[in-house]
Nanobody
């Protein structure tokens, strides 16, 4: 089993920044991907960003590219999501997830096996 614990959410004004963290513990894998997804009220969970744990390759949703940055700290088994120039439409519960099915990157929610509990991000206008 893998445990994922997110932190760093909160309330911020439009144009502000937040950094989310996701610490992983438990079972380890030789290669996997760690991603961030978000879900706003009444909407489906959507892909935000992913990083390949072994290679460091990254991939972003078009809506956040250029504003968000995903990174990883292998020693700490932690993935980060730096969110800049936040907009009210970024308001959602943000989840981190681990995919053991891909060694590269994936934006498909169905590729992810383990999920954190989520952290709320609210951007006021």
């Amino acid at each position: 089993q893998v445990q994922l614990v997110e932190s760093g959410g909160g309330l911020v004004q439009a144009g502000g920044s937040l950094r989310l963290s996701c610490a992983a513990s438990g079972r380890t894998f030789s290669s996997h991907a760690m991603g961030w997804f978000r879900q706003a009220p009444g909407k489906e969970r959507e892909f935000v960003a992913v990083v390949s744990w072994s290679y460091g390759a990254t991939y972003y949703a078009a809506s956040v590219k250029g504003r968000f940055a995903i990174s990883r700290d292998i020693a700490k088994n932690t993935v980060y999501l730096q969110m800049n120039s936040l907009k009210p439409e970024d308001t959602a519960v943000y989840y981190c997830a681990v995919s053991t099915k891909v060694a590269g990157t994936s934006s498909d929610v169905h590729d992810y096996d383990y999920w954190g509990q989520g952290t709320q991000v609210t951007v006021s206008s």
